[in-house]
């Protein structure tokens, strides 16, 4: 019979700790009571992805823990741990290109592509070429596309102001501009993206990083990396040393941006910390860069029991997952992973090794460190979590 916990974190430093109950409140306990119950015992500690705010962190712990719904197995662990972190990437993408003067954008540099696409290649030699051909295309088809009200209220672009953390308007770019930039732009990309990779996700992210827009974002996801980087130096470390001391194995499993907290965490631990038989790691679907992972490897090699499973999705079924949504609307035509590469990493393209296409250009190089793993059901960057198939073999 295994009990479950939640350790509720804000940059590291935990706020809160709860016995998971299928019904009733949810009583507080002390570490001590949690160090208590993995005395000799195993541990598993879960780390929710970075897409969801504490209420959904909270309700998914519940389930994973077997209160209805899809869960780890019955008897995996004496002790469940499900560590809830705070994050909202998607409300900083609300509305940017959907529904927006941008969405309008997007489609017109669309338009210019789809008339050229055919026989001879993306463009046609009879279209604009040069910028001031190009300026001149884009000035008079964004005329006849938007409305004087949209012309009005947009000739600014919507810009975060770093210091006071307020969104305010800003002479960032006229819409022209950004239409050019982001043409030029795509046009560099052609023959350097994955096979079959989506004409219209490669034109939303190229209008993104040209409206500077995707600045929200980058900041936004920059951010949830510092929060999880801040869990090796926050109380956190103390404690999951503790934990880690009292135990007789400890299974870290990492979902997206949670596989960068496990990396962050490892990579702080003391030469010395550990026999790496008892410390076991699992990614799903990890948000980590490829040069993230190889700056912990030595760290993983050390103090970790390898090789380490790494669960993802197929490149084809990665460029296939429409999960991305603002109010039940796919704004995205393709997985976080891949907005995170081309959009919120620096630099660009940021080569994120939970995407298959990174990820199988390494094999040889991480073999013995890791495994890979597509051979399951899961269909969806956010699904990991949620894939019975995946859990049954943590």
């Given at each position: 019979m295994s009990v479950a916990f939640t350790v509720t974190t804000q940059r590291g430093s935990i706020q809160a700790r709860n016995t998971i109950q299928c019904a009733g409140t949810a009583p507080h306990v002390t570490e001590q009571d949690i160090l208590s119950a993995a005395r000799s015992g195993r541990v598993l500690v879960h780390f929710h992805g970075g897409l969801i705010d504490q209420a959904t962190g909270l309700r998914i712990a519940s389930r994973l823990s077997g209160c209805g719904g899809v869960h780890y197995p019955a008897g995996r662990a004496e002790v469940q741990l499900y560590v809830v972190w705070q994050s909202g990437l998607l409300d900083a993408l609300k509305g940017i290109l959907e529904g927006s003067v941008l969405g309008k954008v997007v489609k017109t540099?669309?338009?210019f592509f789809g008339a050229a696409r055919g026989a001879v290649g993306w463009r046609a030699t009879a279209l604009p070429?040069?910028?001031?051909?190009?300026?001149?295309y884009y000035r008079r088809e964004l005329q006849e596309a938007l409305s004087e009200q949209d012309l009005e209220?947009?000739?600014?672009?919507?810009e975060e102001d770093a210091r006071a953390g307020q969104k305010s308007f800003t002479a960032a770019a006229t819409l022209v501009t950004v239409a050019v930039n982001a043409t030029?732009?795509?046009l560099a990309r052609r023959g350097r993206n994955p096979p079959d990779?989506?004409?219209e996700a490669m034109v939303r992210e190229e209008?993104?990083?040209?409206s500077r827009l995707g600045l929200i974002g980058a900041r936004t996801w920059q951010q949830m990396k510092e929060d999880a980087a801040a869990h090796a130096t926050g109380n956190f470390m103390d404690f999951f040393k503790q934990l880690h001391a009292v135990s007789k194995e400890v299974t870290l499993v990492g979902h997206s941006t949670g596989a960068i907290l496990i990396a962050e965490l490892i990579r702080a631990l003391p030469a010395g910390f550990t026999d790496r038989r008892k410390l076991k790691v699992a990614f799903l679907a990890p948000a980590l860069t490829v040069n993230g992972l190889n700056a912990c490897q030595q760290a993983l090699r050390r103090h970790v029991a390898l090789p380490f499973p790494v669960y993802l999705m197929k490149s084809e079924v990665e460029m296939g997952d429409r999960s991305i949504t603002w109010g039940g609307v796919n704004f995205y035509p393709g997985?976080?992973?891949?907005l995170v590469n081309f959009v919120f990493e620096s630099p660009l393209p940021g080569q994120v090794m939970g995407w298959a296409y990174y990820a199988d250009q390494h094999r040889q190089?991480?073999?013995?460190?890791l495994t890979l793993h597509t051979d399951h059901n899961c269909t969806t960057h956010g699904g990991f979590d949620d894939a019975q198939d995946v859990l049954d073999r943590i």
């Open positions: 540099i669309m338009n070429d040069d910028d001031v051909s190009l300026e001149r209220a947009n000739d600014l672009l919507l030029r732009a795509i990779y989506s004409f209008v993104l990083n040209a997985s976080l992973l891949q190089e991480w073999s013995g460190l």
